[in-house]
């Protein structure tokens, strides 16, 4: 599995004497309407110059979110759980306890205004936390977001997904990893819109991983590809 993406430089530093970007983790489920309205805010805030950066890491209760280019036949199950209309990239997506979403708020003026090379650092980073735990991160040559071989299957299961959204140059929205979500219930929709592969996670790969590893994880692998960061409230 190739793809041009990853042909892009695999960081995406701040320009020197930048602040480091805040690390926030959310303890509990986060409401999804409630998180979104924060991210609209501190975007705005960044965007004005009035806030630094930040990565927003929590879960989800379990939810269906839907980007602008989700089909409406993508959703085999609308009753199951509640489902979000999302302004960022994509299709289809499912959100649960045991599933780390990390919101993404960086400004890309002071980096590189280039979304293609966002969107490839995003997979340098989950691809390089990945590897903390012996697995190896793959891109699709069609698909954006992080995939794992399964020989046993004859294919590819995807692990991480990828949705953003860009204002003024300010990205939000961001990753999800699967380190021990309830895999059945991505069965409610098309996840991604790609019907010839499965998903899977960090335990299902046999990796019995805590989410304070997974966040360890992501936090080394962030430094290296996007730059210094300091532990906030979230």
Not at 96 to 112: F, K
Not at 114 to 126: I, T
Not at 188 to 201: F, K, M, Q
């Amino acid at each position: 599995m190739v793809n041009i993406r990853a042909d892009f430089a695999p960081t995406l530093p701040a320009a020197p004497g930048s602040a480091p970007v805040e690390w926030a983790i959310s303890e509990g489920l986060v409401d999804y309407g409630d998180a979104v309205a924060a991210m609209d805010a501190r975007v705005a805030e960044i965007a004005a110059g009035r806030a630094p950066e930040r990565v927003w890491l929590l879960e989800h209760p379990p939810l269906y979110t839907a980007g602008t280019s989700a089909r409406e036949a993508d959703l085999i199950e609308p009753d199951r759980f509640p489902v979000f209309r999302s302004g960022r990239g994509g299709q289809f997506t499912y959100h649960g306890p045991g599933q780390r979403v990390a919101y993404v708020m960086l400004d890309l003026n002071r980096r590189t205004p280039d979304v293609r090379r966002f969107v490839a650092a995003l997979e340098s980073w989950l691809i390089a936390a990945l590897a903390a735990f012996a697995i190896r991160g793959e891109r699709s040559e069609d698909q954006v977001g992080v995939w794992v071989r399964r020989p046993d299957k004859g294919g590819h299961d995807k692990i991480a997904a990828i949705g953003i959204r860009v204002r003024h140059w300010v990205t939000f929205h961001g990753v999800s990893l699967n380190v021990d979500p309830d895999l059945s219930h991505f069965s409610g929709i098309v996840p991604c819109g790609v019907r010839a592969r499965g998903v899977t996670s960090l335990v299902d790969l046999g990796r019995p991983v805590t989410m304070p590893e997974a966040d360890s994880a992501l936090r080394a692998a962030f430094e290296t590809t996007f730059g210094e960061t300091v532990a906030v409230t979230a």
